[in-house]
């Protein structure tokens, strides 16, 4: 479904990324660890058009989509929720989950939609009508992800979604990505919480210092003492 080949990108004279690659088949959900400043999210922001590719290629279900506008990379079906989850704080819950949806045409069912997220994240409903920016780290991350569904990904990119949530929330977040992708929604997911994205996914990678430098089943990597020793905190 989506393939990276030998991928390059520079931040000036640093070289961020140094020839990943990566597949991702329809229906996975496919893990990409690493630790902080290894490339993960230059990694997502290469694929969603958000950093421009110095060289190789990234194809999206066959078409080559290297350095298209973010806009467009949307449009093809990729939606990209990003680190720190960037809501609209000084807009209302709802106004952000129908924000999701600027690029569909179909305005009609949008609202639909809408009402139907919210019933189905309960707390995002009975905060409707409440500036996003006084939710919760957890609340905040629910709705980012539904401001992503509402737009009708084929892949979903998540980065960190578990940055700054309490234990509890770690795990509601995890079980609605665990729904999304039981629902059609192929998912790459970067996340410093190895041992959770290694439970959920079935494939990964782990990238260090703009390298791909392993990559397997997800269970194999989660089993293998040098992943727990580097990235579990396991001695």
Do not use: W
């Not at 920016?133 to 569904?149: D, W």
């Not at 629902?183 to 190895?194: C, D, P, R, Y």
């Amino acid at each position: 479904m989506l393939k990276v080949d030998d991928v390059s990108v520079y931040y000036g004279h640093i070289h961020a990324l140094k020839g990943v690659s990566l597949e991702i088949k329809e229906g996975e959900i496919v893990a990409l660890i690493g630790s902080n400043g290894a490339g993960k999210t230059t990694l997502l922001n290469a694929i969603s058009g958000m950093v421009k590719v110095s060289s190789g290629t990234i194809r999206f279900e066959g078409t080559d989509i290297s350095n298209h506008k973010a806009q467009d990379v949307v449009k093809s079906g990729i939606i990209h929720c990003p680190e720190g989850r960037k809501v609209f704080g000084d807009l209302p819950v709802y106004e952000n989950i129908l924000a999701g949806a600027l690029a569909r045409k179909d305005k009609k069912k949008i609202k639909e939609e809408a009402d139907a997220y919210m019933d189905r994240f309960e707390r995002l409903k009975e905060r409707r009508k409440q500036l996003a920016k006084t939710l919760s780290g957890g609340e905040q991350q629910m709705l980012a992800i539904c401001r992503s569904l509402i737009g009708r990904p084929k892949i979903l990119l998540l980065d960190e979604p578990s940055m700054g949530l309490s234990p509890t929330m770690v795990q509601e977040v995890f079980r609605i990505i665990q729904e999304t992708n039981q629902e059609g929604i192929t998912i790459l997911l970067v996340e410093q919480n190895a041992n959770l994205a290694l439970k959920i996914s079935n494939h990964a990678y782990v990238i260090e210092s703009g390298l791909i430098v392993q990559s397997g089943i997800s269970s194999d990597l989660l089993a293998s003492d040098e992943i727990r020793k580097a990235y579990l905190g396991e001695a």
